[in-house]
C-alpha cells in the first residue's frame, strides 16, 4: 500500500474510533452504562456515522468544495452530516427492533412504540446532540485548514506567546520560470493555476508529515521535524512524490491552461526560533538563519540549473531510497555569513 493510502486508512480509522466513542458518550449521559441495547445501538450509530464522515473527508470533500466561500462551504458540510446523522439513527434503529422484536421494517416504523420515539422520545434530542456537534466540529476543523496544521491549538493555548528554538527541517519550493506563465496566463488565470498547483502537491506533502508552513507569491514554505523528516527519507520523497503527482495530472493542466509547472525545491536543517507575533492578526511565525539560508539555497537551484538541492550536514543524516542518488554541487556564501556551504543534488538514477 501506498503512503497516501496507508495515511487515508489511519485517518479513516480515527473518525471511526471517534464515532463510537462520541457515541457512547451521549449513551452514557443518556441512559447510563446498564442498557446494553441503547449501547449497542449507539456504537454501531458511532460506527457508520465515523465510516460515512471518514470517506466524505478523506476522498471527497478536499478537490470537491475547495473553491467554495466559507459559509457556503460551512453550511454544505452542516447538512451532509446532519443528514447523514439522522438518516443513520433511523435506519439503525428500525433494523434494531426488526431484529429485537421479529417485525418488518413497516411494522417497526409504525408502531406506537417507534412513533411515540420520534414525535415525544429521545429522537429529538439525538438531532440536537448531533447538531451542536455537527457545528462545532465542521467549523474547526475549517478554521483549522484556513489558518494552518496546529495553527489553530498553538494560538488558543498560547503555547509561542514565549518564543521557543526547535530543531527543524526546511524546505522551500517553488515553480520554476514563473515570468513565463505569469506573462502567458495573466495575473488572474495564474492565480487559479497556482491554487491548482498547490492543491496537487500538498497531498503528498502531507503523507510524509509535512507542515505547510507559509505561501508567498510562487513560493511554499514547508516544515518537518528533524526526526519525522528524516525518517525514511520522508522530507525527500515528498519532493518526489509531489513531482510525480504532478506529472500525472499534466495533461489536466495542459487542457485547462496550457502550460505544466516544473517544481524545483532546497532543503536544509538546523536550528529556528518558533513564536506568536501578532496584535490585530496573531500568527506563528518562524524566524533565523535557517530561514535565509535555505531561501539562498533555493536560487542555487536557477543558478545550477538543477531540480532539487539539499545542504551537505543533513545530506550525511539521510539514507536515499535506491532510486535516487546525490550529486555534489559545489559551494556558495548565504547572505551575511562568512562560512560557505557545501550542498548536492538529489536526482533519480538514470535505468538501463
Not at 438518516?87 to 434503529?93: K, P, Q
Not at 495575473?187 to 493555476?193: E, L, M
Not at 519532493?239 to 525545491?265: S, W
Amino acid at each position: 500500500m501506498s503512503e497516501l493510502g496507508s495515511r487515508r486508512r489511519k485517518n479513516l480509522i480515527l473518525f471511526i474510533f471517534s464515532g463510537i466513542l462520541f457515541g457512547q458518550f451521549y449513551s452514557i449521559l443518556h441512559v447510563g452504562v446498564s442498557n446494553l441495547f441503547a449501547s449497542i445501538n449507539s456504537t454501531t450509530i458511532g460506527l457508520l456515522i465515523g465510516l460515512f464522515a471518514g470517506i466524505f473527508e478523506l476522498y471527497y470533500y478536499p478537490r470537491k468544495l475547495r473553491k467554495f466561500s466559507f459559509p457556503i462551504v460551512l453550511i454544505i458540510r452542516s447538512v451532509y452530516y446532519l443528514t447523514l446523522v439522522v438518516t443513520t439513527i433511523l435506519v439503525e434503529l428500525v433494523v434494531a427492533r426488526m431484529i429485537k422484536n421479529q417485525m418488518n421494517f413497516f411494522e417497526v416504523f409504525k408502531s406506537e412504540e417507534f412513533q411515540y420515539f420520534i414525535l415525544h422520545g429521545d429522537f429529538f434530542v439525538s438531532i440536537l446532540y448531533a447538531s451542536v456537534l455537527i457545528i462545532l466540529f465542521n467549523f474547526t476543523r475549517l478554521m483549522y485548514r484556513k489558518l494552518g496544521q496546529r495553527t489553530l491549538g498553538d494560538l488558543i493555548t498560547g503555547k509561542y506567546v514565549t518564543p521557543v528554538t526547535q530543531n527543524k527541517i526546511v524546505m522551500f519550493l517553488q515553480i520554476a520560470n514563473t515570468g513565463n506563465f505569469l506573462d502567458k496566463l495573466g495575473r488572474g488565470r495564474f492565480n487559479d493555476f497556482l491554487n491548482d498547483f498547490i492543491f496537487d502537491i500538498t497531498e503528498p506533502l502531507l503523507t510524509y508529515r509535512a507542515e505547510i508552513y507559509e505561501y508567498f507569491d510562487d513560493q511554499i514554505i514547508v516544515m518537518w521535524n528533524l526526526k519525522s523528516g528524516i525518517s525514511n527519507a520522508g522530507c525527500i520523497r515528498a519532493f518526489f512524490e509531489a513531482k510525480n503527482n504532478l506529472i500525472q495530472k499534466k495533461e489536466d493542466y495542459i487542457v485547462k491552461y496550457n502550460a505544466f509547472p516544473r517544481i524545483q525545491a532546497a532543503i536544509h536543517a538546523g536550528a529556528v526560533i518558533k513564536g506568536e507575533i501578532g496584535v490585530v492578526k496573531s500568527t506563528i511565525k518562524y524566524s533565523g538563519d535557517l530561514m535565509n539560508s535555505t531561501s539562498r539555497l533555493l536560487e542555487q537551484c536557477v543558478q545550477n540549473d538543477r531540480e532539487f538541492l539539499i545542504e551537505a550536514k543533513l545530506k550525511d543524516k539521510i539514507v536515499l531510497p535506491v532510486i535516487l542518488e546525490y550529486d555534489y554541487v559545489g559551494k556558495f556564501l548565504p547572505k551575511g555569513k562568512s562560512q560557505e556551504i557545501d550542498f548536492y543534488s538529489i536526482n533519480e538514477k538514470t535505468m538501463l
